[in-house]
């Protein structure tokens, strides 16, 4: 039974404008210059506080910093004019890939299970997926332990899964683990930087990604 891994922010949602949000308030709560927004989208898909290390330097409050995100990220959520927002075609291409009966769904995300956990159940997206990896249950993206704990969790081998993902760090995940990757462009990285992690193949629209995945499943 094939398992098809999704990373969440960039590939399945837009969340460009909550993570944004995020950092301008964090970062001011702590007196901090604020990041420049392509230096935080730049690193999306990495655990937070790697993030936050790279962005605010190893001297900054990285615990309470990571702290005030956990509490903020909620309640930017619940207001609309951040929430996550689906890609175009990504709510059907799931409903889709659901409903077969030889193919399992997983996540692995840099975002905590206590993050992304109520945001798939908003979407209406929790039941897809037989198995979640996230940031607080293995090391951050590029280390294959997400990959690797997800497979356990399906009972597939490597050769029987495929990841998709939007950066370089999914990509260099998903080669570490032995696993097929694939890279959309419409996330944070481009076509050229996803090649050169190792994507086996980049596509550019979610009908594409569907049609491939028709293809090979």
């Known amino acids: 039974m094939p398992l098809i891994i999704f990373d969440f922010d960039g590939t399945l949602v837009d969340s460009r404008a909550l993570i944004l949000e995020c950092h301008r308030t ?3 709560k702590f007196g901090l210059p604020v990041p420049a927004a392509q230096d935080s989208l730049a ?3 990495r655990s937070l506080e790697l993030v936050l290390a790279e962005l605010a330097g190893p001297d900054a409050p990285l615990l309470d910093m990571v702290a005030t995100y956990g509490r903020v990220l909620p309640r930017l959520r619940a207001d609309p004019a951040f929430a996550e ?3 175009e075609g990504i709510g059907a291409l799931l409903l889709g890939l659901s409903r077969r009966s030889r193919t399992q769904l997983g996540i692995a995300t840099g975002h905590t299970s206590e993050a992304v956990v109520p945001a798939l159940t908003t979407l209406g997206w ?5 198995t979640i990896q996230a940031a607080d249950m293995a090391p951050s993206k590029p280390h294959p332990a997400m990959l690797l704990q997800a497979m356990a969790a399906a009972g597939v081998t490597a050769g029987e899964a495929v990841f998709i993902g939007d950066t370089s760090f999914d990509m260099q995940m998903a080669k570490a683990a032995g696993v097929r990757c694939v890279g959309v462009t ?3 990285h481009t076509a050229e930087q996803l090649r050169l992690a ?3 193949q980049v596509v550019g629209t979610v009908d594409e990604l569907r049609m491939m995945l028709e293809r090979s499943l």
């Open 85 to 87: 927002r689906p890609f």
């Open 43 to 45: 690193l999306i898909g």
């Open 126 to 130: 929790r039941d897809w997926f037989s």
């Open 26 to 28: 964090v970062f001011t």
């Open 186 to 188: 419409w996330g944070y």
């Open 198 to 200: 190792g994507a086996s």
